[in-house]
């Protein structure tokens, strides 16, 4: 009995050569709708579905594949008695070969103008049953969802006659997958369809873009993998002009100089050091921006992550040449500037669109055992009840000066405090087990810098000590989320030394 291979895609690339050649083996071809008309203008040999099932395509082409002589075909165990006499009996045909991809859902739903009618028209019922049912079947069917595997099966096919078993596992495997990942994304868009902020169930995929050398550390094994339809404004869809392959370490540091930058409209540059910022800088231009970020801590860039939200030029490009950074993101390279930086052989270029809207993905942190799954903490100032706690109004430079510090702090390791003014970072304490003990590091960094300056906490003060110690450095205005039982101990103390205080009354934990 000649072999039979089913053939029905959405995406035709490769399709017609491979057809040709499972003909050319004397493969029996059955395809349907575009894929059928397709092959039939190439010359090659095909029969429709409708001719095996006896049955005609219905409901606008919704229901043609699902029916007993294929899917029969398609399960039938081919070494199992009772199976085989069945199939004699019911005139069914097996089916070796199963070529299906599924409809375009994803470019779908990517369109901006698209109806949840189009959406809800581009799930597809039969390529997956067929799919399934061919993966679950791959002791004796070959089945192929991905054009990249079309060669190795033909060349299986010429030298044996048939695929290997660990083959069609292989294949087996990765259709699962395939439609495992379709569903999850339908189940995603059908959940933000309805609104259900907790459902039962979280089923999330995404794609491999790179192979990593090795994760944290040389020792451990790593991929990075992309969110299909994520955020524009993210490393994952960023355009690296320039430089040797990015790092794991290098991945989440300009993640976390990004989600900083972004919370800038004005010329802002970052400088991120292990997932912290070492240097923040505005100004009314970008340059001057990163002379400022710069300047924060001219120790700390060395070999750090910058991140720029405007595009850089030559006169910023020879300033950023002058010292070792890892990678430079920015909205665009101009091509002196680029003539510039690719002297150095490593240095990781990147570009990405800085003009999205706030990213509504969730943020996801794997617990041995489980995941937690959180909004990201998109909450400004704008978004805040603010209220000045002390006797004393902030100046106009305070408030600047403030702000400046709530943007960076909620970026920063907990217990974090940030020392600013109204142009630059000038000290950051990151990561620390008291709040008391990151004023200490951060206004140890700041220096005589810190007279004048405004001190940014990402949390509340559980006691006075943190306000003592604002007030000794010459601190004049703090900005805190306010909620402590003692609360009116730090108020006191703030006016005692004439410090300005002003309650958000929001935190930004980062652990």
Known sequence: MK?????????????????????????????????????????????????????????????????????????????????????????????????????????????????????????????????????????????????????????????????????????????????????????????????EEQPETMTFTYEVKQSLRYGENPHQQASFYEEPLGSAFSVARSTQLHGKELSYNNIRDTDAALQIVKEFSEPAAVAVKHMNPCGVGVGTTIEEAYDRAYAADPTSIFGGIVALNRPVDKALAEKLHEIFLEIIVAPEFTEEALEVLTAKKNIRLLTLPFDGEKSKEKVLTSVEGGLLLQDLDNHSLEDADIRVATKREPTEEEWAAMKLGWKVVKHVKSNAIVVTNNEMTLGVGAGQMNRVGAAKIALEQAG????????????????????????????????????????????????????????????????
Not at 150 to 175: F, H, I, S
Not at 456 to 478: C, L, Q, R, W, Y
């Open 448 to 511: 005589e810098k810190a007279k004048g300056a405004a001190l940014a906490s990402d949390a509340f003060f559980p006691m006075n000590d943190t306000v003592e110690a604002a007030a000794k450095a010459g601190i004049t205005a703090i900005i805190q989320p306010g909620g402590s039982i003692r609360d009116e101990d730090s108020i006191k103390k703030a006016d005692e030394y004439g410090i300005a205080m002003v309650f958000t009354g929001i935190r930004h934990f980062k652990h």
């Open 3 to 195: 072999k039979r291979a089913l053939i029905s895609v959405s995406d035709k690339n490769g399709i017609v050569d491979f057809a040709k050649e499972l003909a050319a083996l004397d493969i029996e071809i059955i395809s349907t709708g575009g894929t059928k008309k397709m092959l039939e203008e190439a010359n090659v040999p095909v029969m429709s579905v409708s001719d095996v099932t006896g049955f005609p395509e219905i409901l606008e082409g919704r229901v043609k594949t699902l029916h007993p002589f294929i899917h029969g075909g398609l399960l039938a165990k081919r070494d199992q008695a009772d199976h085989v006499k069945q199939m004699e009996e019911q005139n069914i045909v097996p089916i070796d070969i199963v070529c299906v991809n599924l409809y375009p859902f994803q470019q779908t739903i990517a369109k901006p103008d698209v109806t949840v009618e189009d959406a809800i028209e581009n799930i597809d019922i039969g390529g997956p049953t067929m799919l399934r049912a061919a993966a679950k079947n791959h002791d004796y069917v070959t089945v192929v969802v991905d054009a990249a595997d079309y060669d190795q099966v033909l060349a299986e096919l010429k030298a044996d006659g048939q695929t290997t078993k660990e083959t069609r596992r292989k294949l087996a495997a990765k259709v699962f997958r395939h439609t495992a990942s379709y569903d999850a994304m339908i189940a995603k868009y059908m959940t933000e369809l309805t609104g």
